[in-house]
């Protein structure tokens, strides 16, 4: 089985940073791609950022300029450096992972998440 584990959430006042790191374990063969999507109260989750195996990312147009994702692929971890936050960005930051296992199929996987909190 895979386990998307995540860690760095907490509370931070606005104008601060932190950092998130999601780490995938198990018969993991290859993923394609893997990020970070966000679920503020009574909102949609929505996507943050993503990173493809080949480092292509995506951003969502709110957190541009503010947030980096980036990855180490042998150690199958990524990581959220969040820089100027603010108090919209509270939320369950969840990471996702498009992951191929032993045969050609490929699976999602969720971890189960982190709370960011940003304090005005």
């Known amino acids: 089985q895979v386990q998307l584990v995540e860690s760095g959430g907490g509370l931070v006042q606005a104008g601060g940073s932190l950092r998130l790191a999601c780490a995938a374990s198990g018969s993991i063969v290859s993923i394609t791609v893997i990020g970070w999507y966000r679920q503020a109260p009574g909102k949609q989750r929505e996507l943050v950022a993503v990173?493809?195996?080949?480092?292509?990312?995506t951003y969502a147009d709110s957190v541009k300029g503010r947030f980096t994702i980036s990855s180490v692929n042998a150690k199958n971890t990524v990581y959220l450096q969040m820089n100027s936050l603010k108090p919209e960005d509270t939320a369950v930051y969840y990471c996702n992972a498009a992951i191929t296992l032993g045969g050609v199929s490929e699976y999602i996987y969720w971890g189960q998440g982190a709370q960011v909190t940003v304090s005005s």
């Open positions: 990173i493809t195996r080949g480092g292509s990312t």
